[in-house]
């Protein structure tokens, strides 16, 4: 499964770095991509949960703010509530659009494909609802429409790339925390930002899916984060879930090739019994004759 997906792209692959250590959770990349994309709305309902409305991400909500409450100072960050230390675990989740996409491998129609920017986009109008892609993606990321029955998730704005603009969530994002670009620009600047925080202090900031070696091959939208991915929602060792697939086949096939064989075996021992037996009877009774 090695390869150098940007060396096949002719080096223009482009993707997300989220610093999450900068995001303030206002949503706005939520309404932009909604907006842009006329992506449904997801109920509007009071969930409960937190500020978090959205819950998680899913056919039309491409976009996720999530907001995570502990009780502990960011750092040497000083609250000032007294001695209730805490702090506000906020990040704006998105398709990972992974290196090995698992949708990719599984779609029956090709619905799901690369782009020229190394980004996966579903086409709904070629999609037939098999909901494959669904149990494949290894973050949760995809979902089916209540509407249509089709898939549907982030396309990281494929119009918007075409024109040559950067996609609605970054343009609006306020503080810079959604930052679109060139891929390994993108890793270099997330880097020095690590480097940046650590020294300040923040010992558990940390980066995910920017490792091309990791179990999807690295993702073309990777997040700077501050605490345990599950803190976020997010899987701690992330695999394509057709890793298994050729190895699967070459079992099946042999299986198979074992069964056609026994079935051979039994047939032909079948019939050479049968002819045995009917030679040795037709020879007795002529004899009696």
Known sequence: MAFDLREQLDGRRVGFFT????????????VACKEWNAVPDDGMEFTGMSYDNTVGLSADTWRHVAFVEQRRPLGHQEPGVGDMDFRWLMASDVCKHCTHAACLDVCPTGSLFRTEFGTVVVQEDICNGCGYCVP????????????????????MCYDRLGAGEEPACAKTCPTDSIQFGDLDELRERADRRLAQLREAGTTSARLYGHDPDDGVGGTGAFFLLLDEPEVYGLP??????????????????????????????????????????????????????
């Open 19 to 30: 610093d999450t250590s900068i995001c303030i959770g206002c949503k706005a990349c939520e």
């Open 136 to 155: 494949a993606c290894p973050f949760g990321v995809i979902g089916k429409r209540e509407t249509s029955g089709t898939a549907a998730k982030c396309t």
């Open 236 to 289: 701690p060792d992330p695999v394509v879930t057709t890793r298994d697939l050729p190895s699967m086949w070459r079992h099946a096939a042999v299986a198979a090739l074992g069964l056609v064989a026994g079935i051979a075996a039994v047939t032909w021992t079948g019939t050479s019994t049968g002819t045995s037996t009917g030679t040795s009877t037709g020879t007795w009774r002529g004899r009696r004759g």
